[in-house]
């Protein structure tokens, strides 16, 4: 190519590099404003999360606010049992944009025709196990803290008169059904017939029900002595615990056929089964938000995000999705991909 003598003296002329430089800041000021304005457009715009009760200090003190520095959407979140949560989408009570379950089986309550297609995929995103946790204050603290995690005289302790137990509703929630199996696998690994129903079922001492996101509350209070909980929860809040062993605390994948053995029905018929705990996230079809459903998914799966989820003592995972592949995002299947590679 060969510049005329014209097209030389332009370029070398002192104005066209003014003008450049000109052109150059107008373009930043642009792209600032466009930043500042898709920002503005996200903060107008709020993402409803209807997440498992045992996450509520991840998700209101860390992802929530995490989130929306980050993206500049506002955040609502609300805490329930995951099989509770389901039962209030599939009857539209709740309509929100993203649902966390702590049992990726309870989506399939909201998938098929005959359940409105109101969930289409579900994608696992981390993992936890069973752990009990105890006020620190109890009358039965300096017995609990000399248990070791493959101890049975935990088991006595327990049965001690006056001991209260908590734990979850197995019709509105995983850790509610969790509770049962992990006794039923704790009873045959130690080959106590009857255990279970000692611990749990004691017609003169039973054990104390309550809602997930109430559990730790009550037993901070002074309500209770001891609680079945997962492990992200007695991390979060800095409890005393005793771990159970793998063969039934519910947190080694490679162990489902062994979890599997144990199983719930509930009074409506439901059948539950036994295995490693798995929480799982989705994007409901009644979603108002998708774009900004989509972007908190996205921040999840992030490094960013699973660093934040780390550090509530939840076990990372690599993600599987199930159902319709075809129906998950675009750029939810590439975060899935990403994170799959970390």
Do not use: C
């Amino acid at each position: 190519m060969v510049l005329s003598p014209l097209r030389l003296t332009f370029l070398g002329h002192p104005s066209f590099g003014r003008r450049r430089s000109l052109s150059l800041v107008v373009l930043a000021i642009y792209l600032v404003l466009a930043l500042a304005s898709a920002k503005a457009a996200a903060a107008d715009s709020q993402i409803i999360v209807l997440y498992a009760g045992s996450l509520g200090n991840l998700m209101e003190k860390d992802i929530g606010p995490s989130f929306t520095q980050a993206t500049g959407y506002k955040y609502l979140g609300e805490a329930k049992g995951s099989v509770l949560g389901a039962n209030l989408i599939k009857e539209r009570l709740r309509t929100p944009d993203i649902f966390i379950s702590a049992d990726p089986k309870v989506n399939e309550r909201l998938m098929g025709k005959e359940n409105g297609d109101l969930v289409r995929w579900y994608a696992t995103i981390f993992g936890n196990e069973m752990v009990l946790g105890y006020n620190p204050n109890s009358r039965f603290a300096a017995e609990l803290q000399q248990v070791g995690t493959n101890d049975t005289r935990l088991y006595e302790i327990l049965q001690e008169k006056g001991f209260r137990l908590g734990r979850g509703d197995p019709e509105l929630e995983p850790k509610g059904y969790r509770t049962l199996f992990l006794f039923d696998l704790a009873e045959k690994h130690y080959q106590r017939p009857g255990l279970a129903k000692k611990v749990l079922f004691n017609p003169e001492q039973p054990t104390l029900v309550f809602p997930e996101e109430q559990l730790v509350a009550r037993l901070e209070a002074g309500q209770l002595d001891a609680g079945i909980f997962y492990r992200n929860e007695v991390a979060e809040h800095s409890l005393p615990f005793i771990g159970f062993p793998r063969e039934f605390n519910l947190g080694d994948p490679d162990l489902d056929p062994q979890y599997g053995e144990a199983t719930y029905v509930s009074p409506k018929g439901t059948k539950f089964a036994g295995s490693a705990i798995v929480y799982s996230i989705t994007i409901p079809e009644t979603s108002q938000n998708h774009a900004g459903a989509i972007a908190l998914v996205g921040f999840l799966l992030s490094k960013e995000g699973r660093k934040i989820v780390e550090k509530h003592a939840l076990r990372l995972i690599q993600p599987l999705v199930s159902g319709a592949i075809d129906a998950v995002p675009p750029t939810v299947q590439t975060a899935l991909k990403k994170a799959s590679s970390q």
